[in-house]
């Protein structure tokens, strides 16, 4: 059974940086299978795609968010992480791990969801 | 707002069927075989329910389906249940360098 979980700060001040890790469980990041997504969803409203990163590190960002996301991997803990740089209120979201197909661009595998507030 | 259109709400009887479509361009429905259907209840990540226009995964009721028709997708409930009763959001494949686009939900009410 595959299973992601996100975990990290849930309050993050004005300005800081976010930082959320995903620790998958029941199937491996270096199978080379899978990439591996960030995806929020905004209070009350819809969802949005961050970004996703291969095994080998390749990575590609929500052109939207580009300038402020890293995605990085560590392969040996079957985690990837997400970084949020010079965040705002309009940051405040859910923030979900998934696993998208290697063939294809669903998401079939999500994590419970994080929530984190910029506040100060 | 949403690179996808879909309704704000529907809804209907159990047993009855209900359609939710997902209007988006040549770029993304209706260029690409690559739209996704989700479920989300109150509280809970979404699900997958339909993938590449019209496949199920496994352990996905039948009573699901989907289809498209130039740039509109559609998501087809049949023999409504009340646990049926969420939100459903609509994805895609976009050539445009965003790579993936959302709709922006419908809610369903089984009444």
């Known amino acids: 059974q595959v299973q992601l979980q996100e975990s990290g700060p849930g309050l993050v001040k004005p300005s800081q940086t976010l930082s959320l890790t995903c620790t998958v469980s029941?199937?491996?990041?270096?199978?080379?299978?899978?990439?591996w997504s960030w995806i929020r969803q905004h209070p009350e409203k819809g969802l949005e795609w961050i970004g996703y990163?291969?095994?080998?590190?390749?990575?590609y960002y929500n052109p939207s968010l580009r300038s402020r996301v890293t995605i990085s991997v560590d392969t040996s803990k079957n985690q990837f992480f997400l970084k949020l740089t010079s965040v705002t209120a309009a940051d405040t979201a859910l923030y979900y791990c998934?696993?998208?197909?290697?063939?294809?661009?669903?998401?079939?595998?999500w994590g419970q969801g994080t929530l984190v507030t910029v506040s100060s | 707002q949403s690179a996808l259109t879909q309704p704000a709400s529907v809804s209907g009887s159990p047993g009855q069927s209900i359609t939710i479509s997902c209007t988006g361009s040549?770029?993304?429905?209706?260029?690409?075989?690559?739209v996704s259907w989700y479920q989300q209840h109150p509280g809970k990540a979404p699900q997958l329910m339909i993938y590449?226009?019209?496949n199920r995964p496994s352990g996905v009721s039948n009573r699901f389906s989907g289809s498209k028709s130039g740039n509109t997708a559609s998501l087809t409930i049949s023999g409504l249940q009340s646990e049926d009763e969420a939100d459903y959001y609509c994805?895609?494949?976009?050539?445009?360098?965003?790579?993936?686009?959302f709709g922006g939900g419908t809610k369903l009410t089984v009444l």
């Open positions: 990163i291969y095994y080998s590190g390749f990575t």
């Open positions: 029941g199937d491996s990041i270096s199978s080379g299978v899978h990439y």
């Open positions: 994805s895609s494949y976009t050539t445009s360098s965003t790579h993936v686009v």
């Open positions: 590449d226009v019209s």
């Open positions: 040549s770029s993304d429905v209706g260029g690409q075989n690559y």
């Open positions: 998934a696993r998208r197909g290697g063939i294809g661009w669903s998401f079939d595998y």
